[in-house]
């Protein structure tokens, strides 16, 4: 019965849960802002991957694997607390949105250059034969054929940043986590936190869920 | 009779191997030339040189009607007037058959949608699949394919064709119906470039058969000439091995 009142206080619960929702609408914002300039950012280096000269596609490599091999918490950090040395004042939202773009770009990148790379030599070689240009060979012909085979991975990098904006809460920022921290502290409850973790997992396990369905169903069908 | 094709010193190599040793060849405008020769010879190599899907050596010239083949802006004014059929297809599987035909007069000539389907679907007609307009390519045969593929190309209304191995990739029986609907197009005054193995088809079809060797033309002239007479050893032994069984 302790624990159940430690746990689970239902009324230390009700007390924080406007605290709680404000800090997921937060945790949203971080989220799907850099879920969508991540997807922007990694089209964006693949294509220039596969069409630049070559000294820019190693300034976009370098770029890849520097920041996929950054742990986020360190890149998070560097970008609030060290870049205001040279001048660079980011908000905690922004800091934490650039932070999980960076990262997101460089993971999305590898991703659209894997999808484009399946798709068979012959496809771009048809579309040059018949004088589309490098942009309409990829939107009419190279995309539309790459994105079956990205959609789960991409999903699976979502829901990777999605979790990873927790540590925007060491920024200060607001979100669910830092929400959760700060109604336990007040109630002198752990409650809150627990409400914060089922919150998470309401939020991330349909979208795991998803992802192993598409997984499923693109790993049978076509080609 | 100006040639619609002059192709001067092609030369191209892989690294330290030559694969075509300074090829001289032209081409007039709505003649048909079928190129034979034994695997590797470089045929495809030279065929994929005329629309730049191959890089060549710099001091090689290429041109198409009198344009020069090379990178940059007037290669598009060069692949909108060769269109080029491959061994494989090479269909957009998630395009219908229609939307196959009408992409690029779409998107390089910014021909009207309702003008690019009718001429799509006369061209369906043309090569004998019109009702399958509305499939998408997975749902169709090797035959039918490829015949799509022939009108997918014509669409673009290109003054040369480039087939390379047409029917390689196919069943037996598909064979004659692609080498039938080639053979309609051969009265039609375009210009073809034929890579192929068909050794009934181009003495058929051809005005012109090329032998190529070790990447060198060793032996060209008119299918009579080629297949009953030919001069060159390397051309005997080929024709000999092919055509014994
Ligand atoms: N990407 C490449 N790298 C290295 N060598 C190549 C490459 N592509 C072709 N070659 C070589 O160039 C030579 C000519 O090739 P090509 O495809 O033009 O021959 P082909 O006459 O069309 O033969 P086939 O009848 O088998 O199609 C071959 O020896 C081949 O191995
Ligand atoms: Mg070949």
């Known amino acids: 019965m302790d624990l159940y009142s430690t746990f689970f206080n239902v009324p230390v619960l009700l007390a924080s849960l406007p605290q709680l929702l404000s800090g997921l609408l937060v945790t949203l914002q971080i989220g799907i802002t850099s879920i969508i300039c991540g ?37 998070l950090i560097v970008v609030y607390y060290a870049l205001p040395f040279v001048g660079i004042r980011l908000s905690p939202f922004l800091s934490a949105v650039a932070a999980l773009t960076l990262v997101s770009s460089a993971y999305t990148a590898e991703i659209f250059r894997a999808g484009i790379e399946a798709i068979p030599h012959g496809q771009f070689e048809a579309s040059a034969a018949l004088g589309l240009s490098n942009r309409h060979t990829m939107m009419d012909v190279i995309l539309p054929q790459a994105i079956r ?15 990873d904006t927790a540590l925007a809460s060491v920024v200060a920022m607001p979100d669910l986590l830092k929400q959760a921290t700060q109604a336990q502290a007040l109630s002198a409850n752990p409650t809150p936190l627990i409400g914060a973790a089922l919150i998470y997992l309401i939020l991330l396990w349909p979208m795991v869920v998803v992802v192993a369905r598409l997984e499923k169903r693109y790993s049978k069908g076509k080609r | 009779m100006s040639a619609l094709i002059t192709i001067s010193n092609l030369k191209k190599a892989y690294g330290s191997f030559t694969v075509l040793h300074g090829i001289d060849l032209d081409i007039a405008q709505g003649e048909v030339v079928c190129v034979i020769g034994p695997s590797g010879s470089g045929k495809s190599t030279l065929i994929r040189c005329i629309n730049h899907l191959e890089a060549f050596d710099a001091d090689s010239e290429i041109t198409v009607d009198g344009i020069a ?9 060069v692949r909108a007037e060769v269109g080029m059929v491959f061994q494989s297809f090479n269909l957009f599987p998630h395009m219908t058959v229609l939307r ?52 997918r190309a014509l669409a673009m209304e290109p003054k040369v064709l480039l087939f390379d191995e047409p029917t390689s990739a196919l069943d037996p029986e598909m064979v004659g119906e692609v080498l039938d609907v080639m ?9 073809m470039v034929i890579v192929t193995h068909e050794m009934g088809f181009a003495r058929q079809v051809a005005d012109r058969v090329i ?4 990447g060198n033309i060793i032996e060209a002239g008119p299918p009579a000439q080629i297949f009953d007479q030919p001069v060159e050893a390397r051309t005997k032994s080929f024709l000999h091995a092919v055509l014994d069984h």
Not at chain 1, 42 to 68: K, S
Not at chain 2, 69 to 77: E, F, N, Q, S, W
Not at chain 2, 183 to 191: D, I
Request: proline share 6%; hydrophobic share 45%.
């Open chain 2, 183 to 191: 053979k309609k197009l051969a009265g039609t005054g375009v210009t």
């Open chain 2, 69 to 77: 083949v090379k990178p940059g802006r007037a290669l598009a004014k």
């Open chain 2, 100 to 151: 196959n035909v009408m992409l690029a007069p779409m998107r390089v000539r910014h021909t009207k949608t309702s003008d690019a389907e009718k001429y799509a679907r006369a061209l369906l007609q043309r090569v004998g699949i019109s009702e399958q307009a509305d499939k998408y390519p997975g749902q169709l045969s090797g035959g039918q394919q490829q015949r799509v593929a022939i009108a």
């Open chain 1, 39 to 75: 997807l922007i950012g990694g089209l964006f280096l693949a294509v220039t991957r596969l069409y630049a000269p070559v000294f820019v596609c190693a300034i976009v490599r370098l770029y890849i694997d520097i920041f996929r091999s950054i742990p986020l918490l360190v890149l």
């Open chain 1, 149 to 163: 085979i990205v959609i789960p991975p991409l999903t699976n990098n979502c829901i990777n940043v999605m979790k």
């Open chain 2, 211 to 214: 032998f190529m060797d070790d």
